[in-house]
């Protein structure tokens, strides 16, 4: 599994599985209409968001990202999702883990952060085996596909990992 930067031929794929209901109702219930490629050329393009491809053998299998990246407060929100047909396969941990190292040691910050859908089992194990720790829940805060959902919200400090 490796990560590269996102092309722009690469904007279908994304946009295909980030309009797949499975990816979707992951944690992307905020995400009312469907994304375009249009949608995610601009945030590829925006100067806080660093995407990645997550690839297997050159073929992408998903997409991770620092996002929301505030250098003056040195922190950043870590994202990830992998395509339905992909996961359980470790790749999101993988994805993750290099995102990290991106974040503390090449943008130096201070901390990363990520939120999740609370029933989303298998990104909070994720974020578990990457030290990361659970600092709050929202409830009911998320509504989309036809539910309200908790956001769980975890925190990783350079110094913890």
């Known amino acids: 599994m490796t ?3 996102v092309q722009s031929e690469d904007y279908e794929f994304l946009a295909r599985n980030l ?3 499975q990816v979707r109702h992951a944690g992307y219930e905020t995400i009312r209409a469907p994304v375009s490629e249009e949608d995610i050329a601009t945030n590829i393009e925006s100067d806080d968001c660093h995407t990645f491809l997550v690839c297997r053998k050159g073929d992408p299998v998903g997409s991770a990202s620092i996002k929301d990246i505030d250098l ?3 922190k950043a929100e870590l994202s990830y999702w992998i395509a339905p047909d992909e996961q359980g396969k470790g790749y ?3 994805a993750a883990d290099l995102c990290l190292t991106h974040a503390f040691d090449e943008l130096g910050l201070h901390k990363v952060w990520a939120r999740t859908v ?3 089992v298998a990104s909070n194990r994720v974020l578990e085996k990457l030290d990361f720790q659970q ?5 009911d805060h998320w509504y989309g596909f036809g539910r309200y959902v908790d956001e769980y919200r975890f925190g990783l400090l350079r110094s913890e990992r």
């Open 92 to 94: 999101a941990t993988g």
């Open 3 to 5: 990560l590269r930067t």
């Open 118 to 120: 609370g029933d989303n």
């Open 19 to 21: 309009n797949d209901p």
């Open 72 to 74: 003056e407060g040195s």
């Open 135 to 139: 600092e709050g829940v929202l409830h």
